[in-house]
Every structure is written in C-alpha cells, then in structure tokens.
C-alpha cells in the first residue's frame, strides 16, 4: 500500500514491491506517473503520493482516475528526477509490470493481503 511505501521511505531501496493505485497525474513524454491510495475520495487532494517511472511498462494503463496494479524496484531519489520528471517523496518505483484494475474491490484486496501477512507471520 502506498502509504505503507511512503512511511518505510529509504529502508525500502532496492526492494521489490507489489502496489495498487490511482492515477492522479501521467506525463507520457517525461515517463512519470503520480500514484495515490485508490480509496481516498479525492485522490488528487491526497498527501501519500508515490512517482512511478513508466519507461518499461505500457503507457495505456495509466489514465487518469484509472486504478493500477504494478510491480517494481524501489529506488532512492537522492534529488534525481524519474525520466526527467519532478519526484514526489523519498523513493521512486521503477515499473516493470503494469496492469489496469479498475474493477477491483480495494477493500477486499486490503482484506487479503492482511490475510496473508497473518499467515506468512505465523508459518514463520
């Protein structure tokens, strides 16, 4: 989750992560993507937003308002800038897979991933 990522900042540099989120802003000539929590009211009013760099993934998924599903590589900003882009937040996501999900209950998928934690947790 988003706001996971946004908290755990550098301690997750190098990692790869699975992420759900809604497009507030894309800029294709610049590669870069703006991600916010999928369940905010007003995405674009939210304050845990992650920058993506799209350069490895199709760029038709990312409309805006759109919901997506990617998985990537965490990097640390280090105040570069992501295909040129303006970075928001200490790590950027280097995508390289990308998938539109605009049909998926969020809360449910929350729901499962916790499930899963819980599971992964106690099998130790």
């Not at 990617?70 to 303006?86: H, N, P, R, Y």
Request: aromatic letters at 4%.
């Amino acid at each position: 989750m988003i706001c996971e990522i946004i908290l755990a900042g550098e301690q997750l540099d190098g990692k790869s992560v699975r992420v759900v989120g809604r497009v507030t802003h894309y800029d294709a000539s610049r590669s870069v993507a703006v991600l916010s929590e999928p369940n905010k009211t007003d995405a674009a009013l939210s304050d845990e937003k992650l920058t993506v760099d799209t350069r490895l993934v199709e760029a038709a998924d990312f409309r805006p308002c759109s919901q997506v599903m990617l998985i990537g590589e965490l990097e640390k900003c280090q105040g570069q800038t992501a295909g040129a882009g303006k970075v928001t937040g200490d790590v950027v996501l280097k995508a390289r897979v990308s998938r539109c999900v605009d049909r998926l209950d969020y809360a449910l998928y929350c729901r499962a991933v916790d499930v899963w934690r819980t599971y992964d947790a106690s099998e130790g």
